[in-house]
């Protein structure tokens, strides 16, 4: 059924358990081609479990997820995805040089045991470029500092040439210059028609290029609409009283903000 060729990730009443627990309750989701979305929302309230399961890296415990139009489960283009995780465990101890990391974002275009042809080297060149690390690509990642790392990370993302990119925390202690950097290098990728899902804290030099906020409460969508600035982020959708506050639309708008209903109307079996 193709029914909304322009949602390029939608996810319908998506509950996700782990350990036993519920982490995500039932969110909706949907992200149109071109959007830049900003997740946001406090420790554990299931930002990076909503990223992983609409990737598939996550098993979904009810509801639907559909990338490019087409269920998560018969979705098998990865070649339009790209995935940056989060740093911690990004350069490992892995003594990869950046040429190794960047080039193996390119590995899922590549036909099987084939050598990188001047497409590749092209890619992976241009992503280098827009992160600023082309005069770096012999030297190990492990003895980059790590917005140098989480650069060359979204490098190897880019250098895969995503339709669909999700980033988890990618400006997480990274210093202003480096997410400057990054904010510059998702420029060129939104202005490419690139659509984009971000886990972040704060957006900083990212705000201008987000389109939307999204922010999560104990795994649930608690606001969902224009791109909320630093200051308004760390008030009271991100408090841990159940208390809500933005005024509550029932207009279905297309633009209008989103904010969820009371916590107990929607709770879900175990
Ligand atoms: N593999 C797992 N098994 C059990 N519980 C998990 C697992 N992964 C995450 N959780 C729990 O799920 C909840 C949501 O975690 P998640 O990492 O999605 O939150 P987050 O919003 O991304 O937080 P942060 O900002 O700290 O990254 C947390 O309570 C976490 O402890």
Redesign the pocket.
Known sequence: MSTHPDLVVSARGLSVV??G?P?LRRVDLDVRRGEFVALM??????????V?ALTGLRPVAAGEVRLFDTPLDRFHERQRLGFVP?RPGAGGGVPASVWEVVSSGRLTRRRWLRPFGSADRTAIRAALDVVGLADRVGDSVSTLSGGQQQRVLIARALAGEPELLFL??PTAGVDLPNQVALADALGILKSRGATIVL?A?ELGPLAPLIDRAVV?RD?RVAYDGPALDDHAVHGPLFGDSHTHHHHATDTGAPHAPRVAAPLDTAEEGS
């Open positions: 782990l350990g627990r982490i929302g406090a420790n554990g309230s299931g930002k990076s479990t909503l992983r989060q988890d925390e886990v804290h999560m795994g």
